[in-house]
């Protein structure tokens, strides 16, 4: 096997060409609307929502568009009068979008907003004493430098009483395979210090630290029919996201594997190829007796 280099590498090499690929990805989704995020925000807890607490703090560990952050807040609206907000993610152009979504929707002018620009490294370096009562991470711990140093830093910043949520794809469903597929053949060294990471991996650090937690499936088909088209730019987009290489085209072995996996697993509806993709919403709750 040749050696490579890219594979698993474009969110840091090439930050413009990962952004173009998730918005392939976002617009390939067969969910296009917000339904998709409604789920996440379903699984913020009766009981949390019952509590009468005067400053409700929230985290938001990165913000994609802020589309999953405000289908969250508004779930806890719905029982709390104002909620502080504060919303930690490095891309200013992403932070620009999700300010534009805030003053489109009256629903959160209860919301006080507290934006930091920063990684979670950088973050969680700061040392802030602040507790919150919600913390989340919506397929954000892909990127951080050290998965387990981060969930640890925000289970540290949890109040007790409180909850964290995490999103991160299964390993299980189609696309979850296709990734672990690649990591096997292609990836050098630990994958956990690569992209290729999952929801069992964040279950696997919750068993380790003792703390309970409950899971469930939100499943979703991503159109992958330009993938097969050479001179498509959005497949060729879609295809370095999916694999997380740079110009995938550019890695033969990598791209034949991909290809061939995506045809042997995915399903054909009305000329479409659909690749299943599962994402696994986990939600802990801290009662302050977990194993220190």
Not at 5 to 25: E, W
Not at 115 to 124: G, K, P, S
Not at 204 to 223: A, C, H, K, L, P
Request: overall charge negative.
């Amino acid at each position: 096997m040749a050696e490579v280099t890219k594979f698993g590498m474009l969110d840091r090499l090439s930050p413009t060409k990962y952004l173009a690929g998730f918005k392939s990805f976002l617009a390939a989704m067969e969910k296009k609307d917000e339904s998709h995020y409604l789920s996440f925000g379903s699984k913020v807890p009766e009981s949390f929502l019952r509590e009468a607490a005067a400053d409700v703090r929230v985290l938001g560990i990165g913000s994609g568009s802020g589309k999953a952050d405000r289908v969250i807040l508004r779930e806890v609206l719905q029982r709390h009068n104002s909620v502080y907000s504060r919303v930690v993610e490095p891309s200013g152009e992403v932070i620009e979008v999700y300010k534009e979504l805030v003053c489109e929707d009256t629903s959160l002018g209860a919301v006080k907003f507290d934006w930091r620009q920063q990684t979670a490294e950088e973050y969680f370096q700061t040392k802030e004493d602040t507790k919150f009562h919600l913390i989340h991470a919506v397929h954000v711990l892909y990127h951080v430098e050290d998965i387990h140093a981060t969930l640890r830093n925000m289970w540290e910043q949890l109040a007790d009483n409180g909850y964290m949520l995490v999103v991160m794809a299964s390993d299980k469903a189609d696309s979850g395979r296709l990734r672990h597929t690649l990591s096997d053949e292609f990836a050098q060294g630990d994958r956990l210090k690569t992209c290729f990471r999952f929801a069992c991996d964040v279950k696997q650090w919750f068993d380790t630290e003792g703390i309970s937690y409950v899971t469930s499936d939100d499943n979703i088909n991503i159109n992958v029919t330009e993938c097969f088209k050479e001179e498509s730019e959005a497949g060729m987009s879609l295809l370095d996201f999916l694999t997380n290489t740079l110009d995938v085209s550019s890695e033969p072995e990598i791209e034949s594997m991909a290809l061939a996996y995506i045809r042997r697993n995915s399903s054909v509806v009305d000329d479409k190829i659909l690749l299943k993709e599962t994402n696994e919403v986990i939600t802990a709750f801290k009662n302050g007796m977990e194993k220190k």
